[in-house]
Structure formats: C-alpha cells, structure tokens
C-alpha cells in the first residue's frame, strides 16, 4: 500500500509513540514492568472521590445526562465551563479575559498541534515559518506534530551546577537569536521533562522578546498554578493578548476524559474553534462537565493546594532520598525538582548512549525515557543529549523504588 507524505510522518518510531505504546502496555496490567517512563498521574484517593462523586451528580441528573453522552458540544467547547474558567482566572489573577478568550480541545495535545501548524510551516508569502523553544529539554510531545519539517528551532540552556548533586537549567539570553522567519515563541512551566521552572523575570524577558518581534509566547501550564498546581516555587502567573496559554484537566487526574483549555487573543480562539469543528466536529463533553462545578465553586484549586500539591512534594521528596541513596558514589546530577511529575538525570560519565541505557532497562522490566528524544530543533549533536534520564515518580513509591535500584544496578555495572 502506497501513503502518502502526511502518512510518512506517522511511521518513525518517534519519542511520543515509543512513550505511549510503553505508558499504554504498562497500563493495560503488565505488571512485571515498572513503569518509570510516563507521564500519567497519580491515582489520588481524595481527588478521584471528588471525581466520582460529580460523576454521580451528572448521571443523576437526566437532563445533564443526556447532553453529556447525547449531543454534540459547540467546537468551542462547553459554555458552561468556559465560563467557570473565565471567572476563575479572572478572580485569581485579575487577567480580564472573556469567554471569546478561551477554547477547549481534545486534550493538551491537539491543542498544540493547531497551534504549532497555525503559526509555523509555509504561510501564504511562501516564507517558512518556524516556533522558536529558547530552551530545551522540551517535551517530548512538541517534536512531531508539525506537518512541516524544520519546524522548532532551540537553543542549550546554561547549566548551573548546585550542592549536593542538584543542577539547574536557565534561559541563554545572550546566545538566544530570534530569526525573522519566527511564528512564535514556546516554553514549559513547570518543564516537562526536567521539573525546571522559569523565574517570573525569565518569562517577563520572554514576553518583551515576543513582544518586540509581534510574535505570541505559548506557556504550556499542564501542571502549572492554579490548578493542577504542581509546582514547588512561587510564580506569579501572567497573561495578554501577546500570550497564549495552555491548561489541562488530564494532571488534576483526568487524563482519560482528554480536556485541554486555551487562553489566547480571539483571533485565535476562533481558529481553534474552527479547527475544532472540521477536525473533531465537536469537543468532548464528560471531562468539561465533570469539571465545571468544581471550578465554579474554586474547590479545584484548594483540591490543587491542599491534597494535588503535598502529595506530589511527599514523592518527589521520597523517589530523591531513593536515588541519592542508590546511586551515592556515582558522578550523578538531578535537576533541582521545581515542579511536574518527572526527575531528570544527568550521567556526565555514561560510556553508552541514554537511548542504549534506555533499551538496556527495558530489558531489566524499568521503563524509563531517554533523554535524547527532549531536545526538539537543537541540531548539533551535544553531548549531553545523550547523558540524561527522565524518570517518573508518579507512580507508587514501590514502584519508583524498586525502578531506582535496577537503574543504580545497571548503571553500576557500566560506570
């Protein structure tokens, strides 16, 4: 069978799918294997009750009912928690958006896919545009969702070596050039893969870059404030027209109901809205109305405050004592945990490939991600590309444990 050119870009083993297929099988009940390598939340007891029990409230109500599994949603996505999120946002941070400023989508994901290719690829001059990351890791999901090629350029972020084997990442603002064939410029706050998250000051150089160029800064806040607040620093969230900003509902613990929310000018909220309608004709009702009371009444943010936030510190805590304990001896470095659900490792000594530790691991039963695939539009092969680990502690501390000592194992029996 002959496809086409869209086709081919389906058919590598990309960094997503391999994660995926991995995330999915793991999920499925295999229970040999520990699962360090996704990027699924933690099942948390009091959160998932919440859950259920607006669940329940939806079911009981026929009305309700009806819609969710009945009808079509607007492609904007759904009135009601539009406006929640309107109020919320609005009452937390003062931004002064209004419901023609946001649109949900299915899932995060697709959010960035109609970003990515409404911004970059050929525009209608015949220029190539292209999405400036000012520094990676980035995540993993950016790299293959263009359909164009060449479409990210990055930049290596400035490492900064801490006490006690920390590391931090930062924005290289001197060698950082904004070409003129830029669309836009995106980054991650708190990052997936490293945990790193950008000061207010780094986002606020940011934001008067993009504005000098007329160009949009994307922030993709998956676990970012207010909700699910997955962040262990201050930040003071901000917001314009020159911002798009992107939330999700899949790290609060509803990564199944595929709900992702976009902020932006409504130039764009109605492409989205557009893209919407042909792409998926409709987005997704459950996650959107299982949600939208929580978010009116403000408990998703002292849900995130007060059960998400804690729980997340108390593994990120333990699965570090784990490492540290495991790997005492070794030249090691991990990224200072400022956020996300992942640690990253840094191995300045690794003789092999992480892509080679990565296979190696797998056939020990310990999925992990290899650092490789987090560095999309950085051409020059760094080394360091190769050195770094991302592993995930979201899953049960037994799990994160046990993952640890065969990774310290075989890492011991290489170094």
């Known amino acids: 069978m002959k496809f086409s050119k869209f086709a081919s870009r389906f058919s590598s083993q990309s960094g997503i799918v391999q994660l995926m297929d991995d995330l999915g099988n793991a999920m499925a009940g295999n229970t040999d294997v520990l699962m360090l390598g996704g990027g699924n939340p933690s099942h948390i007891p009091g959160v998932q009750q919440y859950f259920r029990d607006s669940l329940h409230r939806l079911i009981d109500n026929p009305a309700l009912f009806s819609h969710a599994i009945g009808n079509y949603e607007l492609p904007q996505g759904n009135q009601r928690f539009i406006n929640a999120i309107v109020e919320m946002m609005n009452k937390q941070y003062q931004w002064g958006i209004k419901a023609e400023n946001v649109a949900l989508t299915i899932g995060s994901q697709s959010a960035f896919f109609f970003l990515f290719n409404m911004l970059a690829g050929e525009n209608e001059a015949g220029v190539h545009n292209q999405i400036l990351l000012p520094m990676t890791p980035e995540y993993i999901g950016y790299s293959d969702v263009g359909l164009s090629d060449n479409m990210f350029y990055s930049y290596r972020p400035l490492i900064q070596k801490l006490d006690d084997h920390f590391f931090k990442y930062h924005v290289n603002f001197d060698e950082m050039v904004i070409r003129n064939n830029t669309a836009a410029m995106c980054v991650s706050r708190p990052t997936n893969p490293t945990g790193n998250v950008l000061s207010d000051e780094e986002v606020a150089r940011l934001l008067s870059l993009a504005e000098t160029h007329d160009i949009p800064l994307i922030i993709d806040n998956a676990y970012g404030e207010p909700f699910p607040n997955i962040i262990f620093t201050d930040t003071s969230p901000v917001w314009n027209k020159n911002i798009i900003y992107c939330m999700s509902l899949s790290k609060v613990g509803l990564p199944g109901t595929r709900t992702g929310i976009v902020i932006a000018d409504e130039a764009v909220i109605n492409?989205?809205?557009?893209?919407?309608?042909?792409?998926?004709?409709?987005?997704?009702?459950?996650?959107?109305?299982?949600?939208?009371?929580?978010?009116?009444?403000?408990?998703?943010?002292?849900?995130?405050?007060?059960?998400?936030?804690?729980?997340?510190?108390?593994?990120?805590?333990?699965?570090?004592?784990?490492?540290?304990?495991?790997?005492?001896?070794?030249?090691?470095?991990?990224?200072?945990?400022?956020?996300?659900?992942?640690?990253?490792?840094?191995?300045?000594?690794?003789?092999?490939?992480?892509?080679?530790?990565?296979?190696?691991?797998?056939?020990?039963?310990?999925?992990?991600?290899?650092?490789?695939?987090?560095?999309?539009?950085?051409?020059?092969?760094?080394?360091?590309?190769?050195?770094?680990?991302?592993?995930?502690?979201?899953?049960?501390?037994?799990?994160?444990?046990?993952?640890?000592?065969?990774?310290?194992?075989?890492?011991?029996?290489?170094?």
């Open 271 to 415: 492409l989205i809205r557009n893209m919407n309608a042909v792409i998926n004709l409709a987005t997704a009702n459950f996650g959107a109305m299982i949600a939208t009371d929580l978010v009116h009444s403000g408990e998703i943010i002292r849900l995130s405050k007060l059960l998400i936030k804690p729980f997340y510190k108390e593994k990120v805590t333990h699965a570090v004592e784990v490492l540290k304990r495991e790997l005492a001896g070794m030249d090691y470095y991990i990224h200072k945990p400022e956020g996300a659900l992942f640690l990253w490792l840094w191995l300045p000594s690794l003789p092999i490939s992480s892509d080679e530790l990565y296979e190696r691991l797998k056939a020990k039963g310990v999925i992990v991600i290899s650092g490789s695939h987090f560095f999309p539009g950085l051409d020059e092969d760094w080394i360091h590309k190769h050195q770094c680990l991302r592993i995930t502690y979201s899953m049960d501390n037994n799990v994160v444990e046990q993952g640890i000592k065969l990774i310290a194992e075989e890492l011991k029996s290489i170094l």
